[in-house]
């Protein structure tokens, strides 16, 4: 009986509890995320979704090492639970982007294997499906990847979630350079979701890509981003992750001004202020605008926690670099890419702007 009640603790006790992370997870809402399965971790050593859900944070946050070991408790204590699967896939899958090496094919093909098995054990996951149908996509026919199989994801997250669906779907066809194609699923998934910041995302990225450029050009390209970034803001405007969505749009049809302003006046209106700092600080970084503003901004990012979904914290030391680049100030700029290159080794960003400080 001591046994069972273990078991039963292990692997229903967040069920009873009501305890649910997928919402947050899948909206972006990380540290929320991170924090709750801390405290329900704290209550129950045992909670294998508390597990999964504080490795999809850490998976979030970059920290891919500490994600994987949180992912293999979460299935150690349950085996077939299809959150840990997911949680393991997408930590394999940031491993292996983050290695940059021959060793990251076997993380790779870990990946896709681990969330292949979490979405037949349950197709409800959104994250699992997005992150499957990319990775279909990008790796190459010898690990498994294939725009047939990455199709075939985008119509099963249909089912459970339709602008999800269109969204994923239009990301496959853009990255395939079928850009016409591409843009009446972006329009189906923002007319059934138009404040989805994930979805204004994937449209703006999109957009400004250079598979659209090719078709649309580079003046009528900028147009349209600038247009549809002002278009979709008001329905995004309380997400960080929409408005730094709509700024990133403007910068990248040289509205500079406009891109900074839009992130400077909702800083205090959104529901993840680190993300619009950090966004400020790469504004600063890449535009040589307000350069001692965004500097603030990025010491202030690197002083509290940052929400995950972003660069992360190598992000932040790597533009704090190079704006004090440009400001003449090398020895603080140095050190900075080496605190970018301490939280992620190998920060493409970050290995050349110490090469360029070393010259």
């Known amino acids: 009986m001591a046994l069972m009640r273990m078991l039963v603790a292990a692997t229903l006790g967040s069920v009873l509890l009501g305890y649910s992370p997928r919402v947050d997870l899948e909206a972006g809402h990380y540290l929320k995320a991170m924090g709750e399965a801390e405290a ?25 090492t500490e994600a994987l070991a949180a992912a293999d408790k979460a299935l150690s204590l349950n085996p077939g639970l299809p959150d840990g699967l997911q949680a393991r896939g997408l930590a394999r899958a940031g491993t292996a982007v983050q290695q940059r090496n021959f060793g990251s094919l076997r993380q790779a093909g870990g990946a896709v294997r681990d969330l292949e098995a979490a979405v037949q054990a349950d197709p409800r996951l959104v994250t699992g499906w997005m992150s499957l149908g990319v990775a279909y996509q990008q790796l190459p026919g010898i690990l498994g990847g294939s725009t047939r199989k990455a199709l075939q ?3 099963s997250l249909k089912r459970v979630n339709p602008a999800k669906g269109d969204l994923l779907q239009g990301t496959i066809l853009y990255l395939e350079e079928r850009w016409k194609e591409a843009e009446p699923c972006f329009a189906r998934a923002l007319a059934a979701a138009p404040s ?24 009528e390209q900028d147009r349209r981003l600038a247009a549809e970034a002002r278009r979709l803001l008001p329905a995004v405007r309380g997400s960080a992750r929409g408005v730094t969505a709509v700024s990133q749009a403007l910068m990248d049809a040289n509205q500079h001004e406009a891109a900074w302003n839009v992130a400077k006046e909702r800083l205090n ?16 970084a890449r535009t040589n605008l307000h350069q001692e503003e965004g500097l603030a901004m990025l010491d202030q990012v690197l002083r509290e926690p940052l929400e995950g979904g972003s660069g992360g914290y190598a992000a932040a030391h790597w533009r704090k670099g190079q704006i004090l680049k440009d400001l003449g100030r090398k020895a603080e700029a140095k050190a900075e ?16 702007l110490a090469r360029k400080l070393g010259e």
């Open 269 to 284: 209106q959104t529901d993840a202020p680190s993300l619009l700092r950090l966004q400020l600080g790469k504004l600063a």
């Open 196 to 219: 989805d910041p994930a979805v204004v995302e994937g449209y703006l990225e999109a957009l400004g890509s250079r598979e659209a450029r090719k078709v649309l050009g580079e003046q």
């Open 40 to 64: 329900q971790l704290k209550a129950n050593p045992s909670d294998a979704l508390a597990w999964a859900a504080k490795s999809q944070a850490l998976s979030s946050q970059q920290r891919f």
């Open 153 to 155: 994801c985008a119509e």
């Open 337 to 352: 890419a080496e605190a970018a290159l301490r939280v992620d080794p190998k920060h493409r960003g970050a290995e050349e």
